[in-house]
Every structure is written in C-alpha cells, then in structure tokens.
C-alpha cells in the first residue's frame, strides 16, 4: 500500500511517485519524483504534520501524515544576488573481504569453473572485482538567486545545476532547475502571488 506523506509546495499538493521506468538501448532510467524537482536552497520553512492535524487539513490524501514547504519569495528592498557552488567526491571506504588464497577449479585442480577451490595463489596477482568496478564518484552543485521588490510588487528568481557521477561505473545524475516567483499588492485588500 501506499503510506507515502502527502508533499505540499506552496499550497499545491504534489505527486511523490515514483513508479515510471523506461530506456532504450540497453539503458535503463527512471523519472524522479516532482518533490526532487526542488532547489533545496528555495526552501524557506519545511514543516512535518502528522495524525488527524494533517488529515483535517488536507483530507483523506494526507492520512500518513503531509510534508509543507514555503519556498523563498522576494523581500522588499534592494536587490540582492546570491551565487554558491559546492563541490564534494564520493569514495567506498569499505568493500566485503575476499579470497585470495585459492585460485579457480574444483578440488585444487585448474579446471575452468568460477568457484574458488583450486590452486594455492602462491603471491600471484589475485583479481578484485570491487576495484574494477568501484571509482570515484563527483559531485558539483550551482545555485544563483536574484530577488527584490519594492512596497508594492517583489520578485525572486533561481537557476541551479546539479551533476553527480556515482561510484559505480556509468552511473550518472543530473538536475537544473528554474524558478520565477512575483508577489504584487494591488490594494490593502488584494494580493496576488505567482510562481513557476
């Protein structure tokens, strides 16, 4: 069954699921959820409700609970620029033990099996399949904001890029995001807020 949280961004309830696979070629991929969609450097507030608070509020959907985010809006004032990038390397510190005592056969003879019973090793190269598949994985994150506004209209825009390069050989993820939001205050009593 389903006992996923109920995601809310601003109000707007959103789809966690991931359940869409796909590939061509002998590739294989899959869709992430629209909650990953976010730039965490968006957020402004992330508050976890939980029990009959969250299904008052939000009804039957948000029964295991409901996840709300507040993005980030503009501020009145000036304009303010933010950029940071971020860079970190991914290493496996710690791989399973191996053999490396007996060579390939059966019974210390050399016939061609992959079991591990045959010959003594004797100081020969002892092949690890963990150091032929295991690299060093990368990890480079981009984010710019731009925000401002005055008394009557604000606006807060941000791009950011991620790329990663797992520790797995081919293994790959990559993000960039985008996202405009305005507020204008046409009176004491009307505001309208937008965003994409």
Known sequence: ??????????????SNNTDNF???????????????????????????????????????RAAN????????SGKAGKANVNYKVSYSFDDVAKTPPIQTTYGNGNNGGLTPTVNTWGPLV???????????????????????????GNEKATYFTSIANSTQSGVAQESDYGKTSVRLAGTLR???KFKFDGSA
């Open 122 to 148: 004797n100081g020969a190269a002892t092949y690890n399949p963990y150091d032929l598949y295991f690299i060093t994985g990368h990890q480079l994150q981009n984010s710019l904001t731009f925000s401002g």
């Open 186 to 188: 046409a009176s004491d």
């Open 22 to 60: 796909g590939g061509s070629g002998g590739d294989s991929y899959q869709n992430t959820n629209r909650f990953s969609d976010i730039n965490p450097d968006d957020i402004e507030s992330m508050t976890i409700l939980k029990g009959p608070s969250a299904s008052v509020l939000y009804g039957l």
């Open 65 to 72: 609970g409901a996840v709300v985010v507040t993005t980030k």
């Open 1 to 14: 069954a389903n006992n996923q949280p109920l995601f809310i961004i601003d109000g707007i309830p959103v």
